[in-house]
């Protein structure tokens, strides 16, 4: 079973930047069904960015034109870099296979100070 691995993330100010990897223990099959979520406190857990059958990716709204996610010729890890990094950001980041998913990392926090 593969094993994912989330880290990148710390405490920047509005504005700031932060890229975010994701390292699994193997070849993700199924790359093309990888994607980013997030968990802020009190909400459920949302798909951010995720990449599309073809290698295309796509954004939620939120973070469209900030944040990019791709990944290393390996497949086994998958990046997510953050721009314009606003409060609302602010939620433990996760990756994850949005079809038949691996069991969930750990997460990396974020927090974006105002």
């Known amino acids: 079973q593969v094993r994912l691995v989330e880290s990148g993330g710390g405490l920047v100010q509005t504005g700031g930047s932060l890229r975010l990897s994701c390292a699994a223990s193997?070849?993700?099959?199924?790359?093309?069904?990888m994607g980013w979520y997030r968990q802020a406190p009190g909400k459920q857990r949302e798909l951010v960015a995720w990449f599309i059958s073809d290698g295309r990716t796509s954004y939620a709204e939120s973070v469209k034109g900030r944040f990019t996610i791709s990944r290393d010729t390996a497949g086994t890890t998958v990046y997510l870099q953050m721009n314009s990094l606003k409060p609302e950001d602010t939620a433990v980041y996760y990756c994850?296979?949005?079809?038949?998913?691996?069991?969930w990392g750990q997460g990396t926090q974020v927090t974006i100070s105002s």
């Open positions: 193997g070849s993700i099959f199924g790359i093309n069904r």
């Open positions: 994850n296979k949005y079809i038949s998913p691996y069991p």
